[in-house]
């Protein structure tokens, strides 16, 4: 068993040890981590830091641009799925309350059907709706008056009212519907 030594060489001998498993985490190659056996705590505390910070980003990214992909897919989806009757949309609100919502850097989700009728809801309240609506027989629908969400064969209700939503000043996941395409 090794003890700690105060600004000793410590770091380095337990990252050439564990190069091989350390490596691929840190994004680097094995022998760049074992040549690091002699180097002061002092100087590989700083560059291990960086390293793992460096990965932190790329990670967080990664998952952004995942769940980025996934929102605008369950979209898509939305939107293929739908059933439009008129200025009437009924449509999957598992999408709408699922996948729809796993980008969080959406502000808002922007429902259209065509020109006629545009209602844009903050992700965040569709979130918190989907938290707290956890009814099995949930259902939704847009209209002129707005979205609504139903549950409990619709003894329970939401209705949401949509806004003037500026996309230069937030990100907007649209979802359109078209007349005459169902799913």
Same mark, same amino acid.
């Given at each position: 068993?090794?003890?700690?030594?105060?600004?000793?060489?410590?770091?380095?001998?337990?990252?050439?040890?564990?190069?091989?498993?350390? #490596? *691929?985490?840190?994004?680097?190659?094995?022998?760049?981590?074992?040549? $690091?056996?002699?180097?002061?705590? /002092?100087?590989?505390? *700083?560059?291990?830091? +960086?390293?793992?910070?460096?990965?932190?980003? #790329?990670?967080?990214?990664?998952?952004?641009?995942?769940?980025?992909?996934?929102? =605008?897919?369950?979209? @898509?989806?939305?939107?293929?799925? %739908?059933?439009?009757?008129?200025? @009437?949309?009924?449509?999957?609100?598992?999408?709408?309350?699922?996948?729809?919502?796993?980008? +969080?850097?959406? @502000?808002?989700?922007?429902?259209?059907? =065509?020109?006629?009728?545009?209602?844009?809801?903050?992700?965040?309240?569709?979130?918190?709706?989907?938290?707290?609506?956890?009814?099995?027989? $949930? %259902?939704?629908?847009?209209? +002129? #008056?707005?979205?609504?969400?139903?549950?409990? %064969?619709?003894?329970?209700?939401?209705?949401?009212?949509?806004? #003037?939503?500026? *996309? /230069?000043? @937030? +990100?907007?996941?649209?979802?359109?519907?078209?007349?005459?395409?169902?799913?």
């Amino acid at each position: 068993m090794r003890v700690a030594e105060p600004c000793g060489e410590n770091l380095g001998l337990l990252v050439a040890e564990g190069a091989e498993e350390l #490596a *691929p985490l840190l994004g680097v190659r094995a022998d760049w981590l074992r040549g $690091r056996k002699a180097v002061p705590d /002092s100087h590989l505390g *700083p560059d291990l830091a +960086r390293l793992l910070e460096l990965r932190n980003v #790329a990670i967080r990214r990664t998952e952004r641009e995942l769940a980025a992909a996934r929102a =605008e897919g369950a979209a @898509h989806q939305l939107a293929a799925t %739908s059933r439009v009757h008129g200025d @009437h949309v009924d449509f999957d609100v598992r999408l709408l309350l699922g996948d729809v919502l796993a980008d +969080r850097t959406v @502000h808002f989700v922007e429902l259209r059907l =065509e020109e006629r009728i545009v209602v844009a809801v903050r992700r965040t309240t569709l979130t918190a709706a989907a938290r707290r609506i956890t009814h099995l027989d $949930r %259902s939704a629908y847009l209209d +002129r #008056a707005g979205l609504h969400i139903r549950w409990r %064969s619709g003894r329970g209700g939401l209705d949401l009212v949509g806004r #003037a939503v500026d *996309p /230069s000043r @937030h +990100r907007v996941l649209p979802i359109v519907f078209r007349a005459g395409v169902a799913g």
